[in-house]
């Protein structure tokens, strides 16, 4: 069985202006466009190194070049690969760190930093279930384990392929000594989950149909990403 793999870059937000601008050749004319749009740069050095990930990742394991690799995207805006939709890959991005899951299966992955939240959106958008398990943490413990919960979501909905056009509040995840399970009465489908320690100050969750995954985030130094596209 194919192993779900996950990668992680951590960005330097000051790269150099000519280097920002040299890399936005290696990607598409859509997604130039649409990096150069953000207002802030934090926004669009992330955009721009998600896309260089998902790339290298794409590039290095199917042994393809870059100008070869096109994306077409769901109904629901999830990328896929056009000439080869079995390779299944996943991207997320908070703070520093840009990540990316690959398999050949539908796969799933978010990472969030962890920071104070009104924990009224737990109200509004979790299930009773998962809602009344946070509000049972002691009160230091809970922004930790609401974004335990965020991330295991959208991590699932990523796998699934529908984002938010899913309620939250549709499926519970519950998280106990055996383990990460799912409850969704419009989905009898299995699938699995991992969190991977990735920063004292993040929360990183994969979704995905089988439970190959890999033991730890493969950690990729943002230089060598930079250099692969110099090849």
Known sequence: MDKINV?????????????FYKLLNVVS????????RFFRREDAVRALFSDLLARYLIGSQLGIENHQITFSFNEYGKPYLKNN????????????????AT??????????????????????????????????????????????LWTLKESYLKAISKGLATDLASF?????????NIVSPNDTSIYYFKQYPIDVQYKLAVCAQH?????????????GLVQWFSH
């Open 7 to 19: 990668y992680a870059v951590k960005v330097d937000f000051e790269i150099g202006q000519s280097l």
């Open 29 to 36: 004319l859509e997604k130039r466009d649409k990096i150069l």
């Open 85 to 100: 939709p079995r390779f299944h890959f996943n991207i997320s991005h908070s703070g520093e760190w840009v990540v990316c």
């Open 103 to 148: 398999g050949q299966c539908p796969v799933g992955v978010d990472v969030e930093t962890v920071q104070p939240v009104d924990l009224n959106i737990a109200r509004r958008f979790f299930s009773r279930t998962e809602y009344l398990a946070l509000m049972r943490k002691d009160a230091p413990e809970r922004f930790s384990f609401f974004f335990d």
């Open 172 to 180: 519970s995840i519950t998280i106990d000594c055996e383990g990460i």
């Open 211 to 223: 439970n190959n995954f890999t033991n730890e985030v493969n950690l990729i130094d943002w230089k």
